[in-house]
């Protein structure tokens, strides 16, 4: 299409606000190949031999590599001298603090494309990327919820279907009454019943961090389930997710990591602490947005990171506003 940069692959993060915004960028290339992947993946260089110059990578990390950049997290934009060296190389960066990289491509994109479809699933991508859901409506679980939980590497074939199905124009409502997306919308509704009692058991509040242990169980969770659940006992959470024999690059089994949350169910929640300075301080590779981010647990282990980040954590005042 006139004007865009040329793209014949994307590679883009398998959570919701990632599969819109490529649904976005399909919708102008119904022929491009997507990938998607994990910034874990792209930092590891795993995803390199996806990526040079006809590649569009959004929601993820920046690499240097790619054609077009898209993207919103603070840590995962290219320093000045990145992108003057970048764009100098026939590269295209767009990265804009939005609520979600979903609506940097919808808002790049709607001028030339009819993306009406997706008006009315785009406010809650932001939401819930953004930490703007409220805590009614996360308890309430509708089914959009459900599908963002639906949405993993581990089920690529419900990825792809549901690409799919957006990028060719269908609205949210037909989405949601399809049969096979209904079968993994009713599972995430399962599964959040099992990551409700494991939070229940397995995390302990400290000094207003609630910490929740998800290792080597098999399930994973966002920060809503977890703040919830803290109430106003908790200004943050940090979960660990993982196996100690894991891997990135196995979503059945991945390796040890751990994903702060600000809880943005209480007053001034969301802006109180830049969490991204503990994803980076034993993590290099970790990152994400000041109120929700992650990293790898590092070689000493996970009662090892912890302490570390306790310690920051108790200093919070001086070290994270």
């Given at each position: 299409?006139?004007?865009?940069p040329?793209?014949?692959?994307?590679?883009?993060?398998?959570d919701?606000?990632?599969?819109?915004?490529?649904?976005?960028?399909?919708?102008?290339?119904?022929?491009?190949?997507?990938?998607?992947?994990?910034?874990?993946?792209?930092?590891?260089?795993?995803?390199?031999?996806?990526?040079?110059?006809?590649?569009?990578?959004?929601?993820?990390?920046?690499?240097?590599?790619?054609?077009?950049?898209?993207?919103?997290?603070?840590?995962?934009?290219p320093?000045?001298?990145?992108?003057e060296?970048?764009?100098a190389?026939?590269?295209?960066?767009?990265?804009?603090?939005?609520?979600?990289?979903?609506?940097?491509?919808?808002?790049?994109?709607?001028?030339?494309?009819?993306?009406d479809?997706?008006?009315?699933?785009?406010?809650?991508?932001?939401?819930?990327?953004?930490?703007?859901?409220?805590?009614?409506?996360?308890?309430?679980?509708?089914?959009?919820?459900?599908?963002?939980r639906?949405?993993?590497?581990?089920?690529?074939?419900?990825?792809?279907?549901?690409?799919?199905?957006?990028?060719?124009?269908?609205?949210?409502?037909?989405?949601?009454?399809?049969?096979?997306?209904?079968?993994?919308?009713?599972?995430?509704?399962?599964?959040?019943?099992?990551?409700?009692?494991?939070?229940?058991?397995?995390?302990?509040?400290?000094?207003?961090?609630?910490?929740?242990?998800?290792?080597?169980?098999?399930?994973?969770?966002?920060?809503?389930l977890?703040?919830?659940?803290a109430?106003?006992?908790?200004?943050?959470?940090?979960?660990?997710?993982?196996?100690?024999?894991?891997?990135?690059?196995?979503?059945?089994?991945?390796?040890?990591s751990?994903?702060?949350?600000?809880?943005?169910?209480?007053?001034?929640?969301?802006?109180r602490?830049?969490?991204?300075?503990?994803?980076?301080?034993?993590?290099?590779?970790?990152?994400?947005?000041?109120?929700?981010?992650?990293?790898?647990?590092?070689?000493a282990?996970?009662?090892?990171?912890?302490?570390?980040?306790?310690?920051?954590w108790?200093?919070?005042?001086?070290?994270?506003?």
């Amino acid at each position: 299409m006139a004007g865009l940069p040329n793209f014949k692959r994307i590679v883009a993060d398998s959570d919701l606000d990632g599969l819109c915004a490529a649904a976005v960028l399909k919708a102008a290339n119904p022929n491009a190949q997507v990938v998607f992947a994990h910034a874990a993946l792209v930092r590891s260089g795993a995803m390199d031999s996806y990526i040079d110059e006809n590649t569009a990578i959004v929601d993820l990390p920046f690499h240097e590599n790619c054609g077009w950049y898209i993207d919103h997290h603070q840590t995962n934009r290219p320093s000045p001298k990145q992108e003057e060296e970048f764009i100098a190389r026939g590269g295209v960066c767009h990265w804009e603090a939005t609520p979600s990289a979903a609506r940097l491509a919808y808002d790049l994109l709607s001028p030339v494309l009819d993306l009406d479809h997706l008006n009315e699933i785009m406010p809650i991508v932001d939401a819930l990327d953004s930490g703007g859901i409220s805590k009614e409506d996360f308890l309430a679980d509708g089914k959009v919820l459900q599908l963002s939980r639906s949405l993993s590497l581990r089920h690529p074939e419900h990825l792809q279907n549901v690409l799919n199905l957006l990028s060719s124009g269908l609205s949210l409502k037909d989405l949601l009454q399809d049969e096979k997306i209904s079968q993994h919308v009713d599972r995430a509704k399962s599964d959040r019943i099992l990551a409700q009692k494991i939070v229940e058991e397995n995390t302990m509040i400290v000094d207003r961090l609630a910490i929740c242990r998800m290792d080597e169980k098999g399930v994973r969770s966002n920060g809503y389930l977890v703040t919830a659940w803290a109430g106003e006992d908790a200004d943050a959470c940090c979960i660990i997710h993982g196996y100690s024999d894991g891997a990135i690059e196995t979503p059945d089994r991945p390796a040890l990591s751990a994903s702060f949350y600000a809880n943005s169910f209480i007053e001034n929640g969301q802006d109180r602490y830049d969490l991204s300075r503990l994803a980076t301080s034993l993590d290099p590779t970790g990152g994400g947005h000041a109120n929700a981010c992650g990293c790898r647990v590092s070689a000493a282990g996970i009662e090892s990171d912890l302490r570390h980040w306790l310690d920051i954590w108790g200093n919070r005042e001086s070290l994270l506003r």
